[in-house]
């Protein structure tokens, strides 16, 4: 093979590869013996044929053509590994000719990460104060959470409970036709259109009311937005929340039970403020990174950028199937070309990229690693919380490669950011470092760059939860 390199840079080499006809012999004569098999040619058998004859009844075009799906890969593998380039995922290949063949690869490289002097950064942790009006709100929204609602013969008041037939129409169409539906009227409640809940408030059971309400201009039916929707309402009945008194029996009923008030709100001030140091974390691990960022600079081939823009696309497309839609359709609704929304996403898929490569430079620098025995015991520790009948499927969705690597990559980002916030606030012992080395990591091909996904998430989605839940659990 002639081998020549067109560019060489920090991030990126350019290869032309010529085959001679040695090389391609290989490949062409595993070429015959697929091709044989498929071809029928009078007189015999399939994969009997001689490779002359084979060659001869379909031409050899057709030999070279089945045989570059991995003459190019094999080869370019070969060169790599003579040439001591280690790709940091897979090249971008061009055919240039196929007789003989010769081809085209640009060979992105490990990223040129340099961190700065992110030792010096310094951020102070603010204090959390819990403030006796936080904890009496949370006790009013357990009162309120744990009180049944109960008919009442009163006109209706925000932040009731009412049964209701609903009906509007918006020049002539019937956009709404809900029979005994239930709605809690609130100020800040913009449903179906802002002040519904108005037009409510003072009705009595067994009212009827008819009102109009414009339709905001962002309304998803572009024909509707900006007219006017007539309601007709029924109110059926209307409910109230009995709530109970703040004392020591209303403690004993909250989640698993607590012996007095007294208890219940020294636990409800211990959670608000694990809560504060938790959103401190956050906010400190999030105002390192971008004070990181700021010293940090970063050259990257074109190619890694263009891959974490595809997996950002691909990302959307999955999402978008998950909610029975297409990409096709979602970009019609959006009035947007495929061009258009990946021009759109760009910016973010840089961040997005530049965000782990500093994370990863971060890791070798800071000599963090995960094993084996982390991520079993960060599997263990998901089973342990979910028990009951999904225990079994848990285990088993989480004992394969893919939720290994997944689980593997959010210890990291989490040991990572924890290391990170230690240095910022000149806390911590200080790792020992690694050898010197030019690359960040060792190479890891494509699989490397596909993991940017997961630069600041942690694994699986959290449920959504109240306030009172939150500070009771």
């Known amino acids: 093979m002639n081998v020549t390199k067109d560019s060489v840079t920090a991030t990126e080499v350019t290869l032309t590869i010529s085959m001679d006809a040695d090389d391609e012999e290989p490949y062409l004569n595993r070429s015959y013996k697929r091709?044989?098999?498929?071809?029928?040619?009078?007189?015999?058998?399939?994969?009997?044929?001689?490779?002359?004859?084979?060659?001869?009844?379909?031409?050899?075009?057709?030999?070279?053509?089945?045989?570059?799906?991995?003459?190019?890969?094999?080869?370019?593998?070969q060169v790599l590994k003579?040439?001591?380039?280690?790709?940091?995922?897979?090249p971008h290949l061009e055919v240039i000719d196929t007789s003989p063949v010769s081809f085209k690869a640009v060979v992105p490289l490990e990223p040129v990460v340099d961190l700065g002097d992110f030792q010096s950064i310094r951020l102070e942790r603010e204090p959390v104060e819990v403030t006796d009006e936080q904890v009496d709100h949370v006790l009013e929204d357990l009162r309120f959470e744990a009180a049944p609602w109960e008919p009442v013969e009163r006109p209706l008041a925000f932040g009731d409970l009412v049964s209701m037939n609903v009906k509007g129409t918006i020049e002539g169409d019937e956009v709404i036709d809900d029979n005994g539906i239930d709605f809690i009227p609130a100020m800040d409640n913009n449903l179906p259109f802002p002040g519904f809940s108005v037009y409510l408030e003072g009705m009595t059971e067994g009212q009827s009311k008819e009102f109009a309400l414009p339709v905001p201009d962002d309304y998803p039916q572009e024909k509707y937005a900006g007219k006017d929707c007539n309601f007709s309402v029924e109110v059926l009945a209307i409910k109230e929340k009995n709530l109970a008194e703040l004392d020591d029996e209303f403690a004993k009923g909250v989640r698993e039970g607590f012996e007095s008030l007294e208890a219940l709100t020294d636990h409800v001030r211990q959670r608000?403020?694990?809560?504060?140091?938790?959103?401190?974390?956050?906010?400190?691990e999030q105002s390192s990174l971008e004070e990181i960022k700021k010293l940090a600079k970063i050259e990257a081939s074109e190619l890694v950028y263009q891959r974490e823009l595809d997996l950002m696309y691909e990302e959307r497309e999955r999402s978008l199937r998950n909610q029975r839609m297409d990409m096709e359709l979602y970009l019609s609704y959006a009035g947007q070309t495929e061009e258009e929304l990946r021009e759109q996403m760009k910016p973010q898929a840089e961040e997005?990229?530049?965000?782990?490569?500093?994370?990863?430079?971060?890791?070798?620098?800071?000599?963090?690693?995960?094993?084996?025995?982390?991520?079993?015991?960060?599997?263990?520790?998901?089973?342990?919380?979910?028990?009951?009948?999904?225990?079994?499927?848990?285990?088993?969705?989480?004992?394969?490669?893919?939720?290994?690597?997944?689980?593997?990559?959010?210890?990291?980002?989490?040991?990572?950011?924890?290391?990170?916030?230690?240095?910022?606030?000149?806390?911590g012992p200080a790792n020992p470092a690694p050898e010197e080395s030019t690359d960040t990591t060792e190479s890891g091909g494509p699989e490397d760059s596909s993991d940017s996904s997961d630069a600041n998430q942690e694994t699986g989605p959290e449920e959504e939860s109240s306030p009172a839940e939150e500070a009771t659990e």
């Open 35 to 77: 091709v044989a098999s498929r071809v029928r040619i009078p007189g015999f058998r399939p994969g009997k044929a001689p490779r002359s004859v084979v060659e001869s009844h379909i031409g050899r075009e057709a030999l070279v053509h089945e045989a570059l799906e991995f003459m190019i890969p094999e080869s370019l593998d």
């Open 272 to 284: 608000l403020n694990d809560e504060g140091e938790a959103a401190e974390t956050r906010r400190l």
């Open 82 to 90: 003579d040439e001591d380039i280690k790709a940091f995922m897979e």
């Open 352 to 427: 997005r990229l530049n965000t782990m490569l500093l994370l990863r430079k971060l890791a070798d620098v800071e000599n963090i690693e995960i094993s084996d025995e982390d991520v079993e015991a960060e599997i263990s520790n998901l089973i342990s919380t979910t028990g009951g009948d999904s225990e079994a499927a848990m285990k088993q969705a989480l004992n394969t490669d893919n939720a290994k690597e997944s689980i593997r990559s959010s210890l990291m980002n989490r040991k990572i950011m924890a290391r990170l916030v230690e240095i910022v606030q000149g806390s």
